[in-house]
């Protein structure tokens, strides 16, 4: 089946600093999203992002599908932003395969 | 209220006992699936739905049991509950984007 890798697997950062995250995919995919686990357990989706760019406030996301990667830039990086992301794919029937996740610190 | 809700969203159970989680989403979306989340191994599918009436094993079914009668419900059936399956489970409903559930925790004595 496909894998999904993610990286880096942990990033601690301090408040106000920027952060790529990246999503490395095995095979080619129909479907691509992105997520946020707050400390909570809370799912929260963020993209649907099969290939091009998007943005959402201080979030953006690009899928370039060709390569099989996507990334997650996080701008101005706020202490709520903690939790971990995970990039999920699909190749068909809406199952989305998760990644290991990135578990983001920001610290004040 | 609009969304999708998980009941129970704690529970407590013994080894060999039957329990139900309940899904219910106000979106009509076609498709609903059970993720259980472990440490070490992510969320990982357990069992989705396509429509009313139309199941499929994901990647870890083992000792589960689905039904969905209505688009709106989806609940997941753990026959006889093991160690194994303590976790914390999620559901979520999808058309295009997929949305989650609140999670329910388990824990089997």
């Known amino acids: 089946g496909i894998q999904v890798e993610q990286s880096p697997p942990d990033l601690i950062l301090q408040e106000g600093a920027n952060s790529t995250l990246r999503c490395n995919f095995s095979d080619s995919v129909n479907n691509l999203q992105w997520f946020h686990q707050n400390p909570w357990g809370q799912l929260i989706n963020l993209f649907y992002i099969p290939s091009g760019t998007k943005q959402n406030g201080r979030l953006s996301a690009t899928t370039v599908a060709t390569e099989r990667y996507s990334l997650l830039y996080i701008s101005s990086s706020q202490t709520t932003d903690s939790g971990v992301y995970f990039c999920?794919?699909?190749?068909?029937?809406?199952?989305?395969?998760f990644g290991q996740g990135t578990r983001l610190t920001i610290n004040p | 209220d609009a969304g999708i809700t998980q009941s129970p969203r704690y529970k407590i159970t013994e080894t060999g006992r039957q329990v139900t989680l309940m899904c219910h989403q106000t979106?009509?979306?076609?498709?609903m699936f059970w993720y259980r989340q472990d440490l070490g191994h992510g969320l990982r599918l357990i069992y989705y739905?396509?429509?009313?009436?139309?199941?499929d094993k994901g990647e870890v079914p083992d000792g589960y049991v689905v039904s969905r009668s209505k688009t709106e419900n989806f609940p997941l059936t753990l026959e006889s509950a093991t160690r194994s399956q303590t976790s914390v489970y999620f559901c979520?409903?999808?058309?295009?984007?997929?949305?989650f559930g609140p999670g329910t925790r388990l824990l089997v004595l």
């Open positions: 979520a409903s999808s058309s295009e984007t997929q949305y």
């Open positions: 979106w009509s979306h076609s498709y």
């Open positions: 999920a794919v699909s190749q068909g029937a809406q199952k989305l395969v």
């Open positions: 739905s396509a429509a009313a009436d139309i199941t």
